[in-house]
């Protein structure tokens, strides 16, 4: 069965940087559009990025420049690198895994790694 493992989230300093890993396992990778969701405490689980098989990215406008998704086919893996992090980044973040046919927020969910930024 599919399972989709994070890492990497924690406790960081305002202005710090996070590395996100996603390992994902018994799908055939490569053909999955990989995503990262977040959800903060009160509000509903919203896209942050998301990369295609093919490497097209796309981001929420609350974090272009400051977070970039990438993959490692080989290593069935994604990631999310995250910068300058900010206390509103507080939130617990999920891996997605989704097959294009399939709309969103459709498809496998990791159990979620949280990141918690202090004010």
């Known amino acids: 069965q599919v399972q989709l493992v994070e890492s990497g989230g924690g406790l960081v300093q305002p202005g710090g940087s996070l590395r996100l890993s996603c390992a994902a396992s018994?799908?055939?990778?490569?053909?999955?559009?990989m995503g990262w969701y977040r959800q903060a405490p009160g509000k509903q689980r919203e896209l942050v990025a998301s990369?295609?098989?093919?490497?097209?990215?796309n981001y929420a406008d609350s974090v272009k420049g400051r977070f970039t998704i990438s993959r490692d086919n080989a290593k069935n893996t994604v990631y999310l690198q995250i910068n300058s992090l900010k206390p509103e980044d507080t939130a617990v973040y999920y891996c997605?895994?989704?097959?294009?046919?399939?709309?969103?927020?459709?498809?496998?969910w990791g159990q979620g790694t949280q990141v918690t930024v202090p004010s």
């Open positions: 018994g799908m055939i990778f490569n053909i999955y559009i």
């Open positions: 997605n895994a989704r097959r294009g046919y399939v709309p969103q927020p459709g498809g496998y």
């Open positions: 990369i295609t098989s093919g490497g097209s990215t």
